[in-house]
Every structure is written in C-alpha cells, then in structure tokens.
C-alpha cells in the first residue's frame, strides 16, 4: 500500500490498513481474508467444476502487474497462474524485460477455470472481478498489463475490440494500464510478438519514470 489511492479503496472495502508491512501480525493482514474468501468462494458455477481456485503468484510489492483471463487446465491442477504453455511464453516476455516471475504479481479476472476452457460469462466476471480489484489495490503496482481481450474489456469495463485498446495508455483505479495480446494468442499468431514487445516497451517506460 504505497499511497492515498489504495489507503482509500481499501478503507471503502472494509480491509485494515496498517502501517509497515514488515511487522504485519498475520491476523492484521489483508491477504489472509482475501486468499480465504477467493478458497471458499461459491458465487458462480465455476466453483462446482474447480480442482482448485487460482487466487494469484508473485510479489506483494511488485511494480508490475500482469492480469490474464482464467486459469487453464494446468492452472486449476497446480493453483498458480500461467504455469502451461502460455505461461512459458509469459515468461520468455517478463526475461525479455530482465525481469524474473517472482519480481512481478501475476493474476486473472477470474479465479476458477471455465469448463473446456470456454470465454467467461459476463457474470462470473463481475462476480469475480472484486478480488482482482482488491489484490490491485494492495499490491498497488505502476503498472498494469492487461494480456488478451477478456483482461482489458474487464479491467477497463468496455466492449471494445483488443485492437481498438492497444497502443496506449489507459487507466484503472488511477494506475497507467497497457493492453497487449495474451501468451496463448501469440503462440497461434508468433508474427504478432513484435507488436506486443512493443506494448511492453510502452509499459517499461511507464515503470521507468516512476
Ligand atoms: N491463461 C490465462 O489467462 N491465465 C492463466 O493463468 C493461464 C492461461
């Protein structure tokens, strides 16, 4: 919690603030409920086909953020994000940007898988989206990146197409956010990663001026 903005949205969902984290008792701190809700959390039909929810992996106090759509089958046997083939695309772009999976916070829109890895219904998005908002608000990174269609249009509440959203910067709670393509469309369309190595210079520079 770096700053004004997520003191306030944190006192608006009703989570304890605290100051410095480092002498945090563990009953004081906000990612224990939150984990524990996202484990228990029986809102929409995707808890009945779950293995496992996928609440998220990496630093608490990272600058970026990555937000991608739903955990996949690997996902949902392992419990962490982009652990599949996807996820090692995630990772050749992070080495590409020298950074290492455990400097940057990894999530999804949503915690659980859809079935056949099927798009997310509208619902289960607006169900699910509170315990991204909150996991945002407390890493309070620079950046966001939103990888694929379904993270953005989430993040950014709009239909737009991810054309119409990429090259440039947009906001969520006040945080610069950059659209890109997702790892899995990229391994389909490999022509396309020197677009989104292009989207992820536009997000290096936003850190860099921090
Ligand atoms: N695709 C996603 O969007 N998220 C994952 O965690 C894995 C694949």
Redesign the pocket.
């Known amino acids: 919690m770096r700053d004004a903005r997520a003191r306030y949205i944190l006192t608006a969902m009703g989570i304890p603030l605290w100051q410095g984290r480092e002498s945090l008792p563990a009953a004081a701190d906000p990612w224990v409920p939150l984990a524990a809700r996202v484990q228990d959390c029986r809102l929409c039909v995707l808890h009945q086909t779950r293995t496992q929810t ?1 609440l998220g992996t990496g630093s608490r106090e990272a600058r970026w953020f990555f937000v ?5 089958a690997d ?1 949902d046997r392992q419990g962490e ?2 652990v ?1 083939r ?2 090692q695309l995630l990772d050749a772009m992070l080495r590409a940007l020298s950074l290492a999976r455990e400097e940057v916070y990894i999530a ?1 829109v949503l915690k659980c898988r859809p079935p056949r890895n099927r798009d997310p219904e509208a619902a289960e998005v607006q169900q699910c989206l509170p315990y991204l908002e909150q996991q945002i608000a407390l890493v309070a990174p620079t950046v966001l990146v939103a ?1 694929g269609r379904i993270a953005a249009q989430s993040l950014l509440g709009t239909t737009a197409p991810l054309g119409g959203l990429r090259g440039r910067v947009h906001h969520y709670q006040g945080i610069p956010l950059i659209v890109t393509y ?1 790892p ?1 469309y990229l391994l389909r369309s490999p022509a396309d990663k020197r677009h989104a190595w292009d989207d992820l210079k536009r997000a290096r520079a936003l850190v860099g001026h921090e």
Do not use: D, K, Y
Not at 68 to 72: D, I, V
């Open positions: 996928v991608g759509e739903a955990p996949g996902e994000p982009f599949g996807a996820g999804n990888l997702h899995a």
